[in-house]
Each structure stands twice: as C-alpha cells, then as structure tokens.
Nanobody, 114 residues
Framework: QVQLVESGGGLVQTGGSLRLSCAAS????????VGWYRQAQGKQRELVAA???????TYADSVKGRITISRDNAKEMVYLQMNSLKPEDTAVYFC????????WGQGTQVTVSS
C-alpha cells in the first residue's frame, strides 16, 4: 500500500532552520504532485508548498523566500527546507501525494519558540 513517512521535525528557535523529509513507497512517485501541508492547533490544514511531476513549484505566500521544496524521483523523496522560521510556522507538517487519488503521511511536529 502507499506510505508517506515524514521525518525531521522538532523544536527550533525563531530564525532557525529545519529540513523535513518524506519517504514515499507503493506509488508511481515520479508522476505524482507531491507537497507539504501544515495544520496549526485550532486551524485548518493549509498548503505550504508543492511540486508537480514536471518540477513546477507552488508556495504559500506566507513562506515564500524562506522555504524551499524539492523532490528526488530516484529516491522517491520530497524535502522541505525551512529557513528563518517564525513562531507562526509552528504546526504539524504533513506530506502529501496526489494524482487521481490523494495520500497523506502521519505528520511531523514543528515547533518554533520565540
């Protein structure tokens, strides 16, 4: 079955950096759009960044210039490099893959202390 496994979350101070990784299996990874969403406590899940099979990227306005998404089709991995982190980036971050269906990972907690 399809699995998306996130790693790399943790506690970081304001201004710090984290790199999230997502390992995919059980799907034709290279044809899927993959991305990262986040859900802060009491808020709806929102798109952070996504990258299509062709390499086109999309970013939420709130993270542009600070966060970079990348994918490695050979390794079936998607990464989220997060720099200049702010307390408002605190959330559970979810890996997502979509084509005809949508798949989710279990999430990894990112906490940015002020």
């Amino acid at each position: 079955q399809v699995q998306l496994v996130e790693s790399g979350g943790g506690l970081v101070q304001t201004g710090g950096s984290l790199r999230l990784s997502c390992a995919a299996s059980g799907l034709n990874f290279r044809v899927h759009t993959v991305g990262w969403y986040r859900q802060a406590q009491g808020k709806q899940r929102e798109l952070v960044a996504a990258v299509t099979s062709g390499g086109t990227t999309t970013y939420a306005d709130s993270v542009k210039g600070r966060i970079t998404i990348s994918r490695d089709n050979a390794k079936e991995m998607v990464y989220l490099q997060m720099n200049s982190l702010k307390p408002e980036d605190t959330a559970v971050y979810f890996c997502n893959a979509r084509l005809l269906r949508q798949f989710w990972g279990q999430g990894t907690q990112v906490t940015v202390s002020s």
